[in-house]
């Protein structure tokens, strides 16, 4: 097996927990900061979790030969342009807030974070920033092939977009659930 593919599904299946994991967490930021919540929830939870949902059924049905090379090559190419900028708006959002939590909570476990997480949003920035014209000239090229098919786009999408939201809702409301539940027995008890 190829040593690329193995980290690209390492990456994705890491991308993917870290995002259910964002879309807990914005279900707890909403309890108390609801506009706050729902901007976690999109860029950190929904859209990523969509981004690999998209990338794998594309990956299954390329493989299956149920879609064109042209389609498949439209759909990363999309991923990649649409989904990399929001995890870089989502990168700028977490750098600031861990930068926030490392300067009110003076925790170093928050600035490593915080290094760690301005570190990786210019390694995306930079990554973006580089590949966009590629990007952009291989979905010109798939769009104008005699194979694309824009119907068969619109249904990965569609289909990874339910799927993503699904499953990022369903953490959300877990994360909303257990802090209403925290702040309920704390009010009890006190």
């Known amino acids: 097996m190829d040593i690329g593919l193995i980290i690209g599904i390492l990456i994705l299946i890491f991308?993917?927990?870290?995002?259910?994991?964002n879309s807990y967490n914005a279900g707890k930021i909403s309890s108390y900061r609801k506009g706050l919540g729902t901007l976690v929830f999109f860029l950190g939870g929904f859209l990523p979790v969509s981004y690999v949902i998209a990338t794998i059924i594309t990956f299954i049905l390329a493989y299956l030969g149920y879609i064109s090379i042209s389609t498949t090559t439209f759909i990363l190419g999309f991923d990649?342009?649409?989904?990399?900028?929001?995890?870089?708006?989502?990168?700028?959002?977490?750098?600031?807030?861990?930068?926030?939590?490392?300067?009110?909570?003076?925790?170093?476990?928050?600035?490593?974070?915080?290094?760690?997480?301005?570190?990786?949003?210019?390694?995306?920035?930079?990554?973006?920033?580089?590949?966009f014209l590629s990007a952009w000239k291989s979905i010109r090229r798939a769009i104008d092939s005699s194979d694309f098919s824009i119907i068969d786009v619109i249904a990965i999408l569609a289909i990874a977009l339910?799927?993503?939201?699904?499953?990022s809702y369903v953490a959300y409301k877990e994360g909303l659930k257990s802090e209403i539940g925290y702040s309920y027995a704390s009010r009890r008890i006190f």
Not at 15 to 21: E, G, K, Q, R
Not at 85 to 101: C, D, E, K, R
């Open 80 to 131: 990649f342009l649409f989904f990399g900028l929001a995890i870089i708006m989502w990168g700028v959002i977490a750098t600031t807030l861990s930068v926030v939590a490392t300067v009110r909570g003076r925790s170093w476990t928050a600035g490593i974070i915080s290094v760690y997480n301005a570190f990786a949003t210019i390694a995306d920035a930079w990554e973006y920033i580089t590949g």
């Open 162 to 167: 339910g799927i993503g939201y699904v499953i």
């Open 15 to 21: 991308d993917f927990a870290i995002s259910i994991w």
